[in-house]
């Protein structure tokens, strides 16, 4: 199966910061990833789908890049309420995975 | 608009049986494929089962396999998740998630999501 790394697994950051996530593939998924953001007791929201397309109602400051192996998700400046978890997810192949989580918390 | 609600988790002993269920509503569920994903106590998140949009397909993650079927009822707008020989380690909180129906057709990303049910599984 595919095994997907985020790094780092805390972040530490002020509002108004950038944030840059990363997710790395142990192999190739193309553009199959996509980013979840949540907060604790909600169930995870899409993000970011096929590496770089923002889902419905995402505000601009989310963004996504990367292919083969190497994805970012980038906040590019962080408003209180985006403190929370990001995972994220590959569907290249079966079974679909998700990465273990980035913990973003207010520095 | 759309809507996803579990039911039917609960506490059950270990080996014990137990059927989760997902209504939807606010889109028409026969054009989409639905997935189940689990989230353990604090821990992150996994992917469990899928039904494609009528039924004739599923695919499930090996530590389930044999042991959970899914399976859904166009007409009824409903997911299920029948799970056996429950064991510890599928103590979770279920959801159950929508397919993005992208512009080339239906992709594994999850746009929408229940707000999920609790199995505990402990004698």
């Not at chain 2, 998740?81 to 103590?91: I, K, V």
Request: positive net charge; aromatic residues 12%.
């Amino acid at each position: 199966e595919i095994v997907l790394t985020q790094s780092p697994a805390t972040l530490s950051l002020s509002p108004g910061e950038r944030a840059t996530l990363s997710c790395r593939a142990s192999q190739s998924v193309n553009s199959y990833l996509a980013w979840y953001q949540q907060k604790p007791g909600q169930a995870p929201r899409l993000l970011i789908y096929d590496a770089s397309n923002r889902a419905t109602g995402i505000p601009a400051r989310f963004s996504g890049s990367g292919s083969g192996t190497d994805f970012t998700l980038t906040i590019s400046s962080l408003e209180p309420e985006d403190f929370a978890v990001y995972y994220c997810q590959q569907r290249r192949n079966w079974p679909i995975t998700f990465g273990r989580g980035t913990r973003l918390e207010i520095k | 608009q759309v809507q996803l609600v579990e039911s039917g988790g609960g506490v059950v002993q270990p080996g014990r049986s137990l059927r989760l269920s997902c209504a939807a509503s606010g889109f028409t569920f026969s054009k989409y494929g639905m997935h189940w994903v689990r989230q353990a106590p604090g821990k992150g998140l996994e992917w469990v089962a899928v039904v494609s949009y009528d039924g004739s397909d599923e695919k499930y993650v090996d530590s389930v396999k044999g042991r959970f079927t899914t399976s859904r009822d166009n007409f009824r707008n409903t997911l299920s998740l029948q799970m056996h020989s429950l064991r510890a380690e599928d103590t979770a909180v279920y959801y159950c998630a929508r397919e993005v129906y992208g512009s080339g057709g239906p992709i594994c990303h999850f746009d929408y999501w229940g707000q999920g049910t609790l199995v505990t599984v402990s004698s």
